[in-house]
């Protein structure tokens, strides 16, 4: 699952534009077919907070964590790496946008647990 932390967005952006922008990366990521992503929990966006209150906002950077497969290719890590800087650049076309992908190494380290249940088989009223 590609994690997408999109940093130095502007301070006064709405609860409810993040979450239209949110979606609208999800849905320019899982049109790369060679990803092979479906649905809103193969992607993750994050928008931490930037506590630098002086400095330039001028500058957006998307930095975006991938395993690594031998489908994703340096050409569709581009692609990947273009079209979440071209819809950033559509939403904010006045400040420089800077896009980076981190291929990432399962046997370099990674875990997770889903305590959510696989399937759910019954249902029990009472």
């Known amino acids: 699952m590609p994690i997408i932390t999109?940093?130095?967005?502007?301070?006064n952006i709405s609860e409810k534009r993040l979450?239209?922008?949110?979606d609208a990366i999800i849905a320019?990521?899982?049109?790369?077919?060679?990803?092979?992503?479906?649905?809103?929990d193969a992607v993750t966006v994050l928008f931490p907070d930037d506590r630098l209150k002086r400095g330039s906002r001028k500058k957006i950077i998307a930095d975006v964590a991938i395993?690594?497969?031998p489908e994703r290719t340096?050409?569709?890590?581009?692609?990947?790496?273009e079209k979440v800087g071209t819809l950033l650049n559509s939403n904010f076309p006045n400040a420089k946008?800077?896009?980076f992908i981190h291929p990432l190494e399962r046997a370099s380290g990674f875990w997770k647990i889903d305590p959510r249940p696989k399937q759910l088989t019954e249902?029990?009223?009472g």
């Open 67 to 69: 395993f690594s497969r």
């Open 74 to 81: 340096e050409e569709v890590l581009a692609k990947l790496a």
């Open 28 to 40: 320019r990521v899982e049109s790369i077919l060679e990803l092979g992503l479906a649905g809103k």
């Open 6 to 11: 999109i940093q130095r967005l502007p301070k």
């Open 123 to 125: 249902v029990h009223h």
């Open 19 to 22: 979450e239209i922008l949110r």
């Open 97 to 99: 946008i800077e896009c």
